[in-house]
């Protein structure tokens, strides 16, 4: 069984920066991917960052792209999510995920099983 721990959400002034954590334990089989979503209270999941155990496939969304930077520190079994100039409309809960098989990492929430409990990220203008 995978557990995914979340930590690190706040509020931040529009321009910020806000670093996001997760915490994984337990086994998962190869090959699977990692990826950090959010999500607003009405609104659909949002795939914001993906990609395959070991950095093949990495994808940004279009509206994070540049501005937010993943990455994993293996020996801490522990998946950051760096957030910099950060917008208003990047408020939202915010949820790391991981997913076992093959495809592609982007395709959506769907092909994902195990999920961190979320961590609130709140931007004001």
């Known amino acids: 069984q995978v557990q995914l721990v979340d930590s690190g959400g706040g509020s931040v002034q529009a321009g910020g920066s806000l670093r996001l954590s997760c915490v994984a334990s337990g086994y998962i089989q190869r090959p699977y991917c990692m990826a950090w979503f959010r999500q607003v209270q009405g609104k659909e999941r949002e795939g914001v960052v993906s990609?395959?155990?070991?950095?093949?496939?990495?994808?940004?969304?279009d509206s994070?792209?540049?501005?937010?930077t993943v990455s994993q520190d293996?020996?801490?079994?522990?998946?950051y999510l760096q957030m910099d100039s950060l917008k208003p409309e990047d408020t939202a809960m915010?949820?790391?995920?991981?997913?076992?098989?093959?495809?592609r990492c982007e395709e959506?929430?769907?092909?994902?099983m195990y999920w961190g409990?979320?961590?609130?990220?709140?931007?004001s203008s």
């Open 51 to 61: 990609f395959y155990a070991g950095g093949a496939g990495l994808h940004y969304s």
């Open 64 to 68: 994070v792209k540049g501005r937010f």
């Open 74 to 79: 293996n020996s801490k079994n522990t998946l």
């Open 94 to 103: 915010y949820y790391c995920a991981a997913g076992e098989g093959g495809g």
């Open 108 to 112: 959506g929430s769907w092909r994902y």
């Open 117 to 123: 409990q979320g961590a609130q990220v709140t931007v």
